[in-house]
């Protein structure tokens, strides 16, 4: 067990609808990261945080997509709209930074289904 | 820009034998590497990472990997596989620059399969 939450597990919507995600990190990890997995891909970064600071994001990011982090711990993840070609798991990532230089730790993901 | 690159797609090996995944990458200089592996419906879980130092790291269950700097590679071994290593294997790299980005670029994964 990694320490680091997501939920929900699955998700199943239908085209046109949002969603939102939950990643809950390890409690003293102050970098959390927002990953994107398709089928037979590594991990796709999506944006990430310092503390409650958004620091960068992908230039690939939809603006159908928004994350926040409003008190530096958990961090919800909303996509607008959905197309089926958000479907994708969701992947939450946290480390500490000046800690063991950047390891990251995953969440068990959200996959997200839209029909 | 940083990029890795896992060749193989696949591979497979019987249990008890040496196994490899091979990674190489690109980065503007120094790098950080690592290597996660993935089971099936979880996510990605840390083995090994390479910051300095010694070009061998030892990382979880027996894996350990080999810095290369002058091929730019990075692979992953084990002396004798087991079954339950079967799973997807991540390299990443990242570059080590101060002020810069830290974001690592994965490679699409090599799914290793271990026969009894």
């Known amino acids: 067990d990694t320490g680091v939450s997501q939920n929900p597990r699955h998700k199943i919507t239908k085209r046109g609808q949002n969603v939102t995600f939950r990643c809950d990190p390890i409690s003293e990890h102050n970098r959390l990261y927002w990953y994107r997995q398709t089928l037979g891909q590594g991990p796709e970064f999506l944006t990430y945080f310092q503390n409650e600071a958004q620091l960068e994001k992908s230039r690939l990011l939809s603006d159908r997509f928004s994350a926040e982090r409003p008190k530096g711990s958990f961090s919800t993840l909303e996509i607008q709209r959905t197309e089926q070609g958000d479907s994708a798991m969701y992947l939450c990532a946290s480390t500490l930074s000046g800690g063991e230089a950047d390891t990251q730790y995953f969440g068990p993901g959200t996959r997200l289904t839209v029909l | 820009a940083q990029s890795v690159a896992q060749p193989e797609d696949q591979v497979n090996v019987a249990e008890g034998n040496p196994l490899t995944v091979k990674c190489t990458y690109s980065?503007?200089?120094?790098?950080?590497l690592f290597w996660y592996v993935q089971y099936p419906n979880r996510g990605l879980q840390f083995l090994l990472k390479y910051i300095t130092g010694d070009n061998l790291v030892k990382g979880s269950y027996g894996f350990e990997a080999e810095f290369n700097k002058s091929q730019t590679s990075f692979h992953l071994k084990k002396p004798s596989a087991l079954v339950s290593d079967s799973a997807l294997y991540f390299c990443?790299?990242?570059?080590?620059?101060?002020?810069?980005?830290?974001?690592?670029?994965f490679g699409r994964g090599t799914s290793l399969i271990v026969h009894p």
């Open positions: 990443a790299v990242r570059a080590f620059t101060s002020g810069g980005s830290y974001i690592p670029t």
């Open positions: 980065v503007s200089g120094n790098p950080y």
